[in-house]
């Protein structure tokens, strides 16, 4: 996600940190890598003319604060204007209502279907409420299996009359929400490949009919500078309320998420992380912007670790490791809990400093996680609580019970010996990070 900008962008701000002292000259210079930056990463040329207009105002200006250094000064300020760019404050979705409904629009291959099922999911999870998906796309019969087969997989009911009238059938699933204790209802609404009046009419009629507390733009990442058009061309006909932004985990350039709010002030609410059904967050602005500048993003890791962390196995973990009694079975029971985050490098990547200790082009083969757990279910759970014992006999053991080769054995015992060393200085105090 935005891997290329902020690659860029941390590279200029590691440049003016070397700096003494900011001088319009070094602003000017850095200023001018950021504006490469932000143009190649596909924001608005508009856009970025007045953000470095105000990063070079502010940062030669009189509201630098003086108790940092001048380095840290300038990425304050630029960090600062990312932030208000990228909207400012998180705006939370509105589930007030007797049920609360929710509609999706967009454009065709935006992913529509399969994030409003995300959606659903993340709401129960964040609320603890219950969600109806609702099938409105009636002139693709694939929509509708594809919403059924989602609301199978999550174990969410799903309301549909097969190809009927969108409008009678957005009614009756409120009302039959109403009827069935649901607090919300999400409907997916059909899209086309482009904006037309048959479809725009539609929607309307549908707004109309329901009146729902939100309607929300799901829209491609993908798609650049184009984001912008699409979202007006809603907003015009429709009182938009947010958008979500899709297929942020590819290899997209990131302007349109820089580019939207400004432009449109059309705040966006969510964004897809991953293909998952779990892949789908919600959007701060101020978390966005210090991942994008290589500062880590730990608020969204630990809200990750809270959803799938056994919270009581974790505190017995903690105090092993303060104890030094740390042994394998801890460490795989950690490691099953770890892989319900998500892929590893993207975690290591909310890491503060992760760009500094040479973290953020890890590739972590899940497959290399699997062969860790398989060398550790090898062993006996003496031996997993004791692995001081393991000699070269039981190791052939180990690596043959785990189709592993032995050397592999001993890696990962040697990583295991440094993780609990290193976890020991923490403890004494004497581990410093290396930023």
């Keep these: 996600m935005f891997e290329n900008l902020g690659n860029r962008l941390q590279n200029a701000m590691d440049k003016i940190r070397g700096y003494g002292k900011i001088t319009e000259a070094n602003v000017s210079e850095v200023t001018r890598e950021i504006r490469l930056a932000l143009l190649e990463a596909d924001v608005n040329y508009t856009v970025v003319k007045e953000f470095i207009a105000n990063v070079k105002e502010k940062a030669l200006g009189e509201e630098v604060t003086k108790s940092l250094k001048p380095g840290e000064q300038f990425v ?88 009927g009238n969108p409008v009678n059938i957005s009614e009756h699933a409120i009302q039959y929400a109403k009827e069935n204790g649901y607090d919300y209802v999400l409907i997916d609404t059909a899209g086309r490949l482009h904006i037309d009046e048959e479809l725009m009419d539609e929607l309307k009629r549908i707004n109309e009919a329901i009146k729902p507390q939100e309607i929300i733009l799901v829209l491609d990442s993908m798609v650049g500078q184009d984001a912008v058009n699409v979202i007006q061309g809603f907003n015009d006909l429709l009182p938009l309320t947010g958008a979500i932004l899709t297929k942020l985990d590819g290899d997209t350039r990131g302007g349109a998420a820089l580019s939207i709010r400004h432009l449109t002030h059309v705040p966006i609410k969510f964004i897809g992380t991953s293909e998952k059904l779990d892949g789908l967050e919600m959007f701060h602005p101020e978390r966005m912007a210090t991942r994008i500048l290589g500062m880590g993003d730990i608020m969204t890791m630990l809200e990750k670790a809270e959803e799938v962390i056994d919270v009581e196995e974790a505190e017995l ?80 053991r180990i690596a043959k019970g785990s189709a592993r080769s032995v050397e592999e054995v001993n890696r990962l015992l040697k990583q295991f010996e440094q993780m609990k060393k290193m976890m020991k200085q923490m403890r004494n105090g004497n581990f410093k990070m290396p930023f």
């Design 317 to 396: 973990a903690a105090k092993k490791l303060q104890k030094g009694s740390f042994d394998l079975e801890d460490f795989l029971g950690y490691m099953k809990q770890i892989k319900k985050m998500g892929p590893l490098e993207n975690l290591i990547k909310m890491i503060p400093g992760a760009k500094k200790m040479g973290l953020t082009n890890v590739k972590i083969d899940p497959k290399d996680m699997a062969h860790v757990e398989a060398i550790i279910l090898s062993m006996t759970p003496y031996e997993r609580r004791h692995p001081e014992i393991l000699k070269a006999s039981r190791k052939q």
């Design 76 to 163: 304050k300020i630029v960090k600062d204007e990312l932030v208000e760019l990228l909207g400012g404050n998180a705006e939370e979705i509105n589930t007030k209502g007797n049920p609360a409904t929710l509609m999706l629009v967009g454009l065709q291959g935006s992913g529509k279907t399969t994030t409003i099922a995300k959606l659903a999911n993340l709401l129960r999870k964040k609320y603890k409420k219950k969600p109806l998906l609702v099938a409105c796309d009636v002139y693709r019969k694939a929509a509708i299996d594809q919403l059924k087969q989602l609301g199978k997989e999550l174990n969410i009911e799903v309301y549909d009359e097969g190809t």
